[in-house]
Nanobody, 120 residues
Framework: QVQLVESGGGLVQPGGSLRLSCAAS????????TGWYRQAPGKQRELVAA???????NYVDSVKGRVTISRDNAKNTVYLQMNSLKPEDTAVYYC??????????????WGQGTQVTVSS
């Protein structure tokens, strides 16, 4: 079983920055993809950014140039650095981790979500 713990959300003024963290623990042999998603009230969950085991990244167009996804493999932790935040970035942010467990199984785990509110 794999557990995810997210942190770093909060209230920030427009133009401010936040860094979200997603730490994975448990029966992890390898991680091949981590994604950050967000869901605003009344809207569908959308992918914000993702990083794969070869370091490839992709971003939704609305955050390109403002958001960076990175990872610390030794800590099984992925970060989402968000700069120049806008009110439309307000949402609950979730991390999703896919990988393999010891014993040749696979996992696809979600974090509990962390609220990001951008408001003056």
């Amino acid at each position: 079983q794999v557990q995810l713990v997210e942190s770093g959300g909060g209230l920030v003024q427009p133009g401010g920055s936040l860094r979200l963290s997603c730490a994975a623990s448990g029966n992890i042999f390898s991680i091949y993809r981590t994604g950050w998603y967000r869901q605003a009230p009344g809207k569908q969950r959308e992918l914000v950014a993702a990083i794969t085991n070869d370091g490839s990244t992709n971003y939704v167009d609305s955050v390109k140039g403002r958001v960076t996804i990175s990872r610390d493999n030794a800590k099984n932790t992925v970060y989402l650095q968000m700069n120049s935040l806008k009110p439309e970035d307000t949402a609950v942010y979730y991390c999703n981790v896919k990988g393999r467990t010891y014993g040749a199984g696979t996992f696809d785990s979600w974090g509990q979500g962390t609220q990001v509110t951008v408001s003056s």
